[in-house]
């Protein structure tokens, strides 16, 4: 089945505590991208990669870094979470093929909260 | 999921009625446009997608009209479901923003049998 995986869905973790939100895609998508989602608010674009080994900032970059070692596998990294991070993240892929790239397939969500 | 509906739009509809979804998007050089649907405890599901140099696009019980004069986007869902319960996200790409989406905040439609 064709699906965006993340881990965890859901975790509860203290300020400073590093912690890793893992996303894996088996549709050999070429991009892939985080978003976080908040009350009131629309997803907001944390970082997305075009490739392998090529990232860049979205609009909320603060706080976060990824990796993209493989094709599969795009990473978020909060190297020292703060209460702020509190939110509900989505990992999303697309095949870079299309022109437009707008149909993103989004991961079930992992939902955050940091004391 | 439903934490994120709780401040949003609500829309409420009887069960076999039609819904209309508004959405005003914001930057007169978008050139693509999404519907999402995201049930409760879920991610964004794609729905229907139309580009700018369209004004309408059918799907299977849903349309989508766009009004590039008044930047206005719309969702239409025929006979409506109570499987159709769900937060609705609209969202825009602006020309030369490739996979560069600018979400809006999302209306949530209540369907009541």
């Known amino acids: 089945e064709a699906q965006v995986t993340q881990n965890p869905r859901y975790l509860i973790t203290v300020t400073g505590k590093k912690l890793t939100v893992t996303c894996s895609q088996n549709m050999n998508h070429e991009y892939m991208s985080w978003y976080r989602q908040d009350p009131g608010l629309g997803l907001r674009q944390i970082y997305y990669s075009m490739n392998v080994e090529v990232t860049d900032k979205g609009d909320v970059p603060e706080g976060y870094k990824v990796s993209r070692k493989e094709k599969r596998n795009f990473p978020l990294i909060l190297e020292s979470p703060s209460p702020n991070q509190t939110s509900l993240y989505f990992c999303?892929?697309?095949?870079?093929?299309?022109?437009?790239?707008?149909?993103?397939?989004f991961g079930e969500g992992s939902r955050l909260t940091v004391l | 999921g439903e934490s994120v509906g709780l401040h949003l739009p609500t829309l409420s509809v009887q069960e076999g009625d039609n819904s209309i979804i508004n959405c005003a998007y914001s930057?007169?050089?978008?050139?693509?446009f999404i519907w999402y649907k995201q049930e409760s405890g879920k991610g964004p599901q794609f729905i229907i997608d139309?580009?700018?140099?369209?004004d309408k696009r059918q799907g299977q019980r849903v349309t989508v009209l766009l009004n590039k004069t008044v930047k206005h986007l719309s969702l239409q869902i025929a006979a409506t479901q109570p499987g159709d319960s769900a937060v609705y996200f609209c969202?825009?790409?602006?020309?030369?923003?490739?996979?560069?989406?600018?979400f809006g905040a999302g209306t949530r439609l209540a369907v009541h049998p």
């Open positions: 139309i580009r700018s140099n369209m």
């Open positions: 969202a825009e790409r602006v020309r030369g923003g490739y996979n560069k989406l600018i």
């Open positions: 930057n007169s050089a978008s050139d693509y």
């Open positions: 999303a892929s697309t095949p870079a093929r299309t022109a437009y790239g707008g149909e993103l397939f």
